[in-house]
């Protein structure tokens, strides 16, 4: 039996009950018209939107930290931070004539609902590829009018290198250019593995930074194959080692012992005990 299409005015009319949820983000908006108004907080008063990405950019980090502790109630701390400093951005551009944040909302909706065609259309789609496929053909239409001379064009030039490399091999691959299989990736890795070494042994700094670079970009290919996101999983295994290393410099402080003055055989006896608790703990390998 073929699923029923939703409409997006249906899935309006269910919400229609829920409209006090809104008052909150009514009171969050005149909370910074009042903060940015002639009797405000000079501070608030004084930042401008370029000011503001600093900030915000810190506020979401921070609500990745609290997503990945797993505690819902800092997640939702987090989030108020974030959604603040939006509704602050949206609040500076209203007050010069150019939107306000009901027009990027709107904007947003209709986006979503152009680009879900197999929800509130009449477009079937079987898998996560199918989906990804359909989005860059929709944005593609969409942006069609702008001058473009590469995929990559819309790639934000700020983002961090490890997202930046994962997102252009991502956008790389769907043009086709592409590996075939796991297997040819990982020998291309191999091979990028075997040009530092190589690098190593001319003893040039420059030509070594770039092979190593190369080892990266592979690694990032690698982890794409495999379903992984690069980001997350070093983001996961520089927390495990951080656990395991502060686990060490407790055990050492306990005993009145300096890690720096520590052998190197005592220093590896902890740390196999470290991974013995964190496994425990966490179940980590």
């Not at 012992?257 to 013995?276: D, F, G, N, P, V």
């Amino acid at each position: 039996m073929e699923k029923p299409k939703i409409t997006f005015q249906d899935s309006e009319q269910r919400q229609s009950n829920d409209s006090k949820n809104l008052i909150p983000i009514s009171r969050l908006m005149k909370l910074v018209e009042t903060l940015r108004g002639e009797n405000g907080c000079p501070w608030d008063r004084k930042q401008t939107s370029k000011s503001m990405t600093i900030h915000l950019l810190e506020e979401v980090y921070e609500l990745i930290d609290s997503i990945e502790s797993g505690l819902p109630d800092e997640v939702c701390e987090e989030l108020g931070d974030v959604l603040f400093h939006i509704v602050f951005i949206a609040s500076l551009y209203k007050d010069k004539g150019y939107f306000d944040l009901s027009n990027a909302a709107t904007k947003i909706t209709e986006k979503m609902i152009r680009r879900h065609p197999h929800i509130f259309g009449d477009t079937t789609v079987d898998t996560v590829e199918d989906v990804k496929r359909q989005w860059r053909e929709i944005k593609g239409k969409e942006n069609s009018h702008v001058v473009s001379h590469s995929v990559l064009d819309s790639i934000p030039a700020g983002l961090p290198a490890l997202m930046r490399a994962y997102t252009i091999s991502e956008r790389a691959a769907g043009t086709g250019f592409d590996w075939d299989t796991m297997n040819d990736v990982m020998k291309q890795t191999e091979e990028e593995w075997t040009e530092f070494h190589t690098a190593l042994s001319h003893e040039s700094h420059e030509e070594a930074s770039l092979e190593f670079g190369d080892i990266l970009f592979s690694l990032v290919n690698v982890a794409r194959f495999a379903g992984i996101h690069p980001e997350t999983a070093l983001s996961d295994s520089v927390k495990k080692f951080e656990k395991r290393f502060r686990f060490m410099e407790k055990k050492l402080q306990d005993n009145g012992e300096k890690i720096e003055e520590t052998s190197r055989q005592r220093l590896h006896t902890l740390w196999e005990e470290a991974k013995k608790m964190t496994k425990n703990i966490d179940g980590y390998k």
